[in-house]
């Protein structure tokens, strides 16, 4: 009898990998994006809003997620798809951050 192997996604994997993706993410003096760690590039994103993190994270690695119930066949499946779902966190707070920029959005939230 072969040995089976339980391997599931691990929600905490997701945001550890989101997280530091995140943070890897410079624009250089002319505001062109890149991942890199030049003299001339500085963080894209700094500070870091841990609490819309979280929030996004709260929201997007739900218990009730699909892909966390399903049980792989191997570890590397799962790696597979935490690093698709980390993707997504990384694509969502990074929209957000950039919608935060827009002067229109910002006067927006002024009159809030």
């Known amino acids: 009898m072969e040995p089976t ?5 691990m929600r ?8 530091e993706h995140i943070k ?17 590039h500085r ?4 500070p870091f809003d841990e609490r819309l993190f979280e ?4 929201t997007l690695l739900s218990p009730n997620r699909p892909e966390f119930r399903h049980q792989c066949k191997s570890r590397q499946e799962a790696a597979a798809i935490e ?11 990074t929209q957000i951050k950039l919608k935060q920029r827009d002067p229109l959005i910002q006067m927006l939230n002024a009159l809030l």
Request: glycine share 4%; net charge negative; hydrophobic share 35%.
């Open 5 to 9: 192997s339980r391997a599931y996604p």
């Open 83 to 93: 690093s698709q779902i980390a993707a997504e966190l990384v694509d969502i707070y």
């Open 12 to 19: 905490v994997f997701v945001k550890h990998r989101a997280k």
């Open 43 to 46: 963080p894209l994103y700094s």
């Open 55 to 58: 929030d996004i994270a709260a």
């Open 24 to 40: 890897s993410l410079t624009y250089d003096m002319r505001g062109d994006y890149s991942t890199g760690e030049t003299a001339s």
